[in-house]
C-alpha cells in the first residue's frame, strides 16, 4: 500500500430539520391547537484514531463527507429524525488541523479516540413550542440550524520512542534492521528510504520501545532540497533522536564533521521545538576502520565536532551492519526512556517537619 501521510478534506456536518405549524383536527375537537413537532438534528461527523490503520490513502481519493439532514417535523406531534452521524476512521497519530486558521481541531493519539469535527446543525422548533396563554394558535416555527463545515488538513505524525537522524546513508535503515524486525530497504545509493518506516527494539521481555527511521537529510533541506524535510513531522512525537554520522565515508570529498554539523543546522532551521529534543551522537560504520586507528579516528572526529557545535550529549560508537556495538546503545536507550517515563520526585521540607509534640 502506498504511504499517505498527508491529506486535504472537506467535512459539511448534516444540517437540522425545519419545525412543522400544524394544528390538531379531528372530530369533535374545535380548535385542537398546535401541534407541530420540532425537526431532527442533522448528523454530525467524528474522527476516531485506528491502529489497524497506519496511512490517509483513503483520504487521498474520498475527499468529501457530507453528513445527513434531518427530517423535518410533522403533525400530531411528530419530530423529525435525526440525521446520520458520519464516522471517519484514522490512524493513530493523525492531527487534524482547519486549513483556513491553521488551528489544531484534534490530535489523535490512542487508539478508538473519538473527536467530533463538525456538529450537525439543531432541529427546528415546532409552533407547538410557541402557544401561550395569549397566543393559543401560534403560526411561528423555526427552521433547521445549517451544519457546521470545515476544510480540513489531515498530518500523520508517526508514534515512536526514537527517531533516527542523518544523510542519506549514514546507516539509519541497516540500524532498524539490526536490532529490529522492521526490513527497510537497504542499498549503496542515497535515498533508499522513501518514506517512513517503524521498528519495535525488544531490550527484553517486558522492555521494548519504538524506533522511527525517515528519509536522510540533505544540506538545503529546510529550503526544499532532497526529500526529509517533509518527514521530520514524524519526529515530533519522538523522545529521544539518535543523530547517525558515517564516520567513514567512501567520498573523499565527504567531511564527517561538516555533514553532521549541516544536519543540526537544517533541524533548527526547520523546527527549534525539534532541535531541543534530547539528540544522542552515533557514529556508524566503525568497522570500515582498521582496528588500531579507530581510536583515534573517533578522538579526533568528537574533538572537531564538539568545537563546531559545542555538543556535550551522549556519544555512541557502532557498525550497524554487524551490530557491533548496538546492545549498549539499546539498553542506555531503553534505561533514559524509562527515566523519562517516572514522575520526577520533589522533596518537599514540610514533609520533613514534626507533626505532632512527641516526634519534636
Given amino acids: 500500500m502506498k504511504f499517505i501521510d498527508e491529506a486535504k478534506i472537506y467535512v459539511k456536518a448534516g444540517d437540522g430539520g425545519n419545525g412543522a405549524a400544524t394544528f390538531r383536527r379531528e372530530k369533535y375537537i374545535p380548535m ?3 401541534n407541530g413537532g420540532d425537526g431532527g438534528r442533522g448528523g454530525s461527523i467524528y474522527a476516531i484514531a485506528d ?7 483513503d483520504y487521498r481519493y474520498t475527499r468529501k463527507f457530507i453528513g445527513k439532514r434531518g427530517e423535518n417535523g410533522g403533525g400530531a406531534d411528530q419530530y423529525g429524525a435525526g440525521g446520520d452521524d458520519i464516522i471517519l476512521r484514522m490512524p493513530v497519530g493523525t492531527v487534524i488541523s482547519d486549513l483556513n486558521t491553521g488551528d489544531i481541531v484534534a490530535d489523535l493519539a490512542e487508539h478508538d479516540q473519538k473527536v467530533l469535527i463538525a456538529k450537525g446543525g439543531k432541529g427546528g422548533l415546532g409552533n407547538l413550542h410557541f402557544k401561550s396563554s395569549t397566543n393559543r394558535a401560534p403560526r411561528q416555527k423555526t427552521n433547521g440550524e ?17 527517531g533516527l537522524l542523518g544523510l542519506p546513508n549514514a546507516g539509519k535503515s541497516t540500524l532498524i534492521r539490526a536490532i529490529s524486525a522492521a526490513r527497510p530497504k537497504v542499498a549503496d545509493y542515497p535515498f533508499t528510504t522513501l518514506h517512513p518506516n517503524l521498528g519495535v527494539v525488544r531490550v527484553d521481555n517486558e522492555k521494548s520501545f519504538v524506533m522511527a527511521d525517515v528519509p536522510g537529510l540533505i544540506e538545503g533541506a529546510a529550503d526544499g532540497a532532497g526529500l526529509g ?11 529521544i533522536l539518535l543523530h547517525l554520522v558515517d564516520i567513514a565515508p567512501i567520498d573523499p570529498d565527504s567531511n564527517p564533521v561538516r555533514d553532521a554539523k549541516a544536519i543540526v543546522n ?19 560504520k566503525l568497522d570500515l576502520i582498521p582496528e588500531e586507528d579507530r581510536e583515534k579516528a573517533v578522538n579526533d572526529f568528537l574533538k572537531a565536532y564538539k568545537k563546531a ?3 556535550d550529549g551522549p556519544v555512541f560508537t557502532i557498525a550497524a551492519i554487524n551490530g557491533e556495538g548496538t546492545k549498549p546503545l539499546i539498553y542506555a536507550i531503553s534505561e533514559a526512556l524509562e527515566q523519562m517515563a517516572r514522575p520526577e520526585v520533589i522533596d518537599d521540607p514540610e514533609d520533613d517537619a514534626p507533626t505532632t509534640p512527641e516526634e519534636a
Fill in 32 to 34: 385542537g391547537g398546535p
Fill in 51 to 57: 491502529r489497524n490503520i497506519n496511512t490517509l490513502v
Fill in 146 to 162: 445549517p451544519g457546521e463545515e470545515f476544510e480540513l488538513v489531515l498530518e500523520l505524525r508517526v508514534l515512536a520512542d526514537v
Fill in 229 to 239: 524535510i517533509r518527514f521530520l513531522k514524524h519526529l515530533q512525537r519522538t523522545r
Fill in 266 to 284: 537544517e533541524l533548527v532551521k526547520h523546527d527549534p521545538a525539534l532541535a531541543d529534543k534530547p539528540r544522542w551522537l552515533v557514529l556508524n
Fill in 309 to 311: 557545535t559545542k555538543y
